[in-house]
């Protein structure tokens, strides 16, 4: 069985019924995009309010109305799909607003005369989704790190280190926390070192589990790089 059989994108592509797993794992997976669907939707000039009411009701309406059920299997990436619909939910929010304004409704504020929001800030809208997207899978698989590191009773240590994760220490940080912890410099340097390694494997079972082969997960690898320009490798 390889690594994409059972991941979560894979059962909900599989499951065209409303099947309890898939279901699940749908809810999961909208639970960490969420991020960055508010940061695309911000990124098309709503403000943060708004922003959050559209995400709401974008993935509302992306478990309950199925459209997931019509993905294609061979190109099974759950973030590229997920931007797809979301940019046409937009527009259909427009679209909808407009028909409200004609007929004697409000328009949303954030909405432009002519019913375009405009980006905010020097990003494009799916360069604030590909930022906040890498930020939130990292942040899941730190989540779970430090679950671990507390399951191990290591949960201080893990707190006095956490700030070496993502960006490699110098000479200075590590005689610091070394110093504060009472532990010897290349003890300490040992700890970052699992604790990096460990952070890359969980970032990786993070990525595989929106991925439906090696292809695709590769190129995820190097997105999230591209992403984050961190040594998170």
């Known amino acids: 069985m390889s690594r994409f059989d ?8 599989k499951a065209r019924a409303d099947a309890p797993d898939a279901r699940a794992a749908l809810e999961a997976l909208c639970r960490l995009y969420r991020p960055p669907v508010v940061a695309y939707v911000r990124g098309r000039g709503y403000p943060p309010d708004v922003a959050d009411d559209l995400a709401q009701a974008f993935f509302a ?14 190109r099974g990436r759950f973030r590229a799909y997920l931007l797809t619909a979301l940019k046409r939910h937009l527009i259909d929010d427009t679209t909808a607003a407009h028909a409200q304004k004609r007929g004697g409704g409000q328009l949303h504020e954030s909405l432009d005369a002519d019913g375009s929001a405009q980006p905010v800030g020097d990003d494009s809208p799916e360069r604030a ?11 899941s698989a730190i989540v779970r790190l430090q679950a671990e590191a507390e399951d191990a009773g290591k949960g201080a240590l893990f707190v006095a280190l956490r700030e070496f994760l993502v960006e490699a220490p110098d000479e200075a940080d590590y005689a610091r926390a070394a110093q504060a912890l ?4 290349n003890t300490l340097a040992v700890a970052v070192h699992r604790l990096r390694h460990r952070l890359r494997e969980l970032v990786q079972a993070e990525l595989a589990q929106t991925t439906s082969n090696e292809n695709e997960f590769d190129e995820e690898v190097r997105a999230l790089r591209a992403s984050l320009g961190t040594a998170i490798e």
């Open 61 to 74: 309406q992306f478990i309950e109305k199925a459209w997931h059920a019509g993905a294609d299997p061979t």
């Open 6 to 13: 059972t991941t979560r994108w894979s059962l909900v592509l």
């Open 129 to 139: 989704f590909e930022r906040a997207w890498a930020l939130a899978l990292l942040q």
């Open 182 to 185: 009472g532990l010897r410099r």
